[in-house]
């Protein structure tokens, strides 16, 4: 299959005009005028422009249902929701909940990596954003199930996922923290995340192996300019990349384009949204066992803290757009630094020979007029709006 004549953001991120070949699940070629035989198909896409499928690795739910609903039908749900909103790989976030929920919450995405549904984004891992945190900077999470940083614990969820998380939360300054760390990075990416840490601290605890931060200024100590905090220590190191929030609820756009102008190709988007997301605002909402109130395209707790965003991949990419940093940046950072995290970079989030054709066609509105994805080595447009 061709798709032709279409504009496409090439491996290195550079809009170009070309065709891209697909075979059994994959891209195969791309560039100008690539040769057909007859009866070959061919989808003219001469006024859309083509980029790969975003990929969200912080999420814990959206269109009613969660991560930690612990079933694979919540999962199922959305996964479809994300492939309409053009993500077509997620990483399932877990809370700050009991064992056991995290337990079923673990298995259930087991079930739904191992046995895709063809109509949904694809469980490429998951993301565990609790329980070894910081109670000073709980943010939306639950305190009574906080924990201290345990390995032990965290390796026998690691094994029951089968090795599926590729991301593991902690505050490194709680006792333990270091051990955790140090032992931690040997199974997956172990970010820092609802933290107290000073600059120091946060520093020391990039060279006992942390190369994530979670959510960039939020849970953690603001940049000031006598103490720099944990976003003046990533800023500061190039072995860390971060997630940030671009919904304009999380970060101010000024902050954001900041951000970018400094860490570039270090920052990822997340959306970290909740199950509110594509459902009618209110208060019938839960997140982690607290109840959240929507209102404004702001969800928050009764005592005002934020609690997740409604917002997605695509919604962030446009406002980034909006907001005066480069399509292809915004999309880079949807896209490929996402799997370059959680170690799937050879497989998805880019458009270059040799990975899945996962791919959101947007108009020149860069609204999604379809998204394809590939399963069992077919590829199949999933989304179609125009």
Request: proline share 4%; aromatic share 6%.
């Amino acid at each position: 299959m061709f798709i032709i004549n279409t504009t496409y953001l090439d491996k290195d991120f550079h809009l170009v005009k070309g065709d891209l070949q697909i075979e059994n699940g994959r891209i195969t070629a791309c560039g100008p005028h690539l040769p057909r035989n007859d009866g070959d198909t061919a989808i003219d896409a001469a006024d859309y422009t083509i980029v790969p499928g975003f990929v969200d690795v912080h999420i814990h739910g959206c269109d009613g249902a969660d991560t930690c609903d612990g079933t694979p039908e919540a999962l199922e749900k959305m996964a479809r929701f994300l492939l309409a909103h053009g993500v077509t790989s997620f990483c399932p976030t877990t809370m700050t909940v009991d064992r056991p929920t995290i337990e079923k919450a673990l298995l259930a995405a087991k079930s739904v990596h191992e046995s895709p549904i063809e109509d949904g984004a694809k469980v490429a891992g998951v993301n565990m954003e609790g329980p070894f945190i910081s109670a000073a900077r709980k943010g939306a999470q639950r305190e009574d199930d906080i924990v201290a940083p345990d390995f032990q614990m965290f390796r026998e969820l690691f094994n029951l996922s089968g090795g599926l998380v590729k991301l593991v939360d902690v505050a490194p300054e709680q006792p333990g923290g270091e051990d955790f760390v140090k032992r931690a990075k040997e199974l997956c990416r172990v970010s820092i995340a609802h933290t107290t840490a000073d600059y120091n601290t946060a520093k020391e605890s990039f060279d006992w192996g942390i190369t994530h931060a979670t959510h960039l200024f939020n849970a953690m100590n603001g940049l000031h300019h006598r103490d720099p905090g944990v976003v003046g220590a990533v800023f500061d190191d190039e072995r860390v990349r971060a997630e940030i929030i671009c919904d304009g609820q999380h970060i101010h756009p000024a902050v954001l384009k900041t951000a970018f102008r400094l860490m570039g190709d270090r920052l990822l988007i997340i959306s970290d949204s909740m199950r509110a997301n594509g459902m009618p605002e209110g208060t019938a909402y839960d997140l982690g066992g607290q109840m959240v109130t929507v209102s404004g395209g702001k969800a928050v707790l009764e005592d005002g803290t934020i609690a997740g965003s409604v917002s997605n991949l695509h919604q962030e990419v446009k406002n980034l757009v909006s907001w005066g940093v480069p399509l292809e940046t915004a999309v880079k950072s949807a896209s490929l630094i996402p799997a370059l995290q959680i170690g799937l970079d050879k497989e998805i989030g880019s458009i270059e020979p040799g990975k899945y054709a996962d791919l959101v066609i947007l108009d020149k509105d860069l609204e999604i007029s379809a998204v394809w994805i590939s399963h069992g080595g077919e590829t199949r447009c999933a989304v179609k709006k125009a």
